[in-house]
DNA sequence: AATTAAATTTAGACAAATCTAAAAAATAAA
DNA sequence: TTTATTTTTTAGATTTGTCTAAATTTAATT
């Protein structure tokens, strides 16, 4: 086995894996992330963060200057994308297998992520027969880290509890911009539905993880997502 | 749900539950476990054991008093027995459904038996159609910490990686008494038998999980252990 | 450009679980 | 029953991950 290879099968702390998925995802939406961001993301404080950020950048898992932001090294990547694929595989597991609910599994699989044994997720890989989503419609990366998988639709289709990326707008008037703006949306923001209203399809969403706001049918359907990570 | 359900669902550290299972384990075989017996099962210093022992009994898990011994607390057995019960699920699990060899699951199962969610536990020994032995012949406790198995067998039926506990002796006589205090062996004694020698039957023993001694096809077929915990 | 506000980092502390070295208690041996 | 040995416990440190409060840097406003 060559050198890489055994260090990507290192074994990290459950706090440190929690930080690289985080900024993983937080990377993925907005491109930058910050020390806040992470902060809000796992509940935990911006200093905590800082604390972490350091440990991480010892072990070469990100890029760290100091008040200039930070980002995943490749190998933080590979490793995030480990514990995606376990959290993701052992998702489909509970749901396929188990008969949870799609709505119930996030916390366990949130433990069961962090299950180390290389072996044990290609098994079960196999054993679930190679799915390509996660219940949620996520994608499941493949034993190298790759996504076989990206669906791009408009806001009204994004399935409940799954998180988009702005990825194209229909309209591209002035005020749909302007209005986009105004409710920071933008190319790359994450945006998750919380509620479709029956009374006029209007839709409340959860933007950038962070505010809520609602938007009209109308604009749901000129706002394009891609859900793949 | 009553307050005691709700106390029987607290979650400890996996450290805790590591040191409980361990005590259960010794306190089976042996009766009375010491300190240095646990330091030897988790591979730790005495010294870090006397302190977890102090958690423990702050948290009502042991009934401990310094220098005079400890055992565990009902509810501290009823965890340990939760622990495994999760770890001979999930190795049969991994046998059965992800074909594991029986001898490469301990190290996962130590993993995965410390996940906490009962949900998932009782939906897996569902999965699995409540099994009544792990891969090693260990009897699962089932979801109120009971074993549904008992079996008595002397020793030369004793499967091999199973470790039974001395329930009776067939020959008394003050010569074969005499013959198995001096090897260690009384009631209660955890034996696990390593060996059986072709060529006269006599058997190696591993004795309270630390000596390894020999005894004859005669000795052996009139000591009775059952094996189930 | 100067000032204010926000984000980030440092400094110092704490809880959990461990360790080493030394002290205290219990047990075994002379 | 003293003495010696072993076991157990205490005292004090260390590591990991977290926190609060204060300081520093960057960004935003006037």
Redesign the pocket.
Known sequence: MSEAKRESMQKY?S??E??LKAIFHLQKSDGVV????VANE??????????????LKAQKLLI?E?????KLSQEGRKVALQIIRKHRLWEYFLVEKLQFGWDEVHEIAEELEHISSRKLIDRLDEFLDYPKTDPHGDPIPDSQGRFTLIKQVDLLHLPPNKTGEVSGIGDQSPEMLELLKHKQIGLGTRIEVKKIFAFDHSLELKVRNQSIVTVSEHVAKNVFVKYDE
């Open positions: 702390s706090s440190k929690n930080y910050t020390t806040n961001d796992l509940q935990t404080r911006p200093a905590s963060v800082t604390d972490m950020l350091k440990k760290y100091r008040y200039k932001g930070f």
